[in-house]
């Protein structure tokens, strides 16, 4: 599954922007990308239980999650992308 998503992430952000339209969809994916990391790290973030200040604590969970390092990871491919893009010079396919 973790390949997949690479997969997708790669594929999203800017492979294949090297013309005017494959930008503009390559920006389209980034910016999906970016949306979807701030959900996923506004989920993570919502959802977690609240913290125990009592006598009767479990061990220590750490304040990292799963979901936000996916959202971060999510995120930062996105913008990652959207900076390819934007250096990347466009080619003329049209002879």
């Given at each position: 599954?973790?390949?997949?998503?690479?997969?997708v992430c790669i594929l999203l952000t800017g492979c294949f922007g090297y013309n005017s339209s494959a930008k503009k969809w390559s920006y389209f994916g980034d910016t999906l990308l970016?949306?979807?990391?701030?959900?996923?790290?506004?989920?993570?973030?919502?959802?977690?239980?609240?913290?125990?200040?009592?006598?009767?604590?479990?061990?220590?969970t750490s304040p990292i999650s799963g979901g936000l390092i996916a959202g971060v990871v999510l995120a930062s491919a996105g913008v990652f992308g959207v900076i390819l893009n934007a250096t990347r010079p466009s080619v003329k396919t049209s002879r």
């Open positions: 599954m973790s390949k997949v998503v690479a997969l970016v949306l979807g990391g701030g959900a996923a790290i506004t989920v993570d973030q919502t959802s977690k239980p609240p913290a125990c200040m009592g006598a009767g604590c479990p061990l220590y």
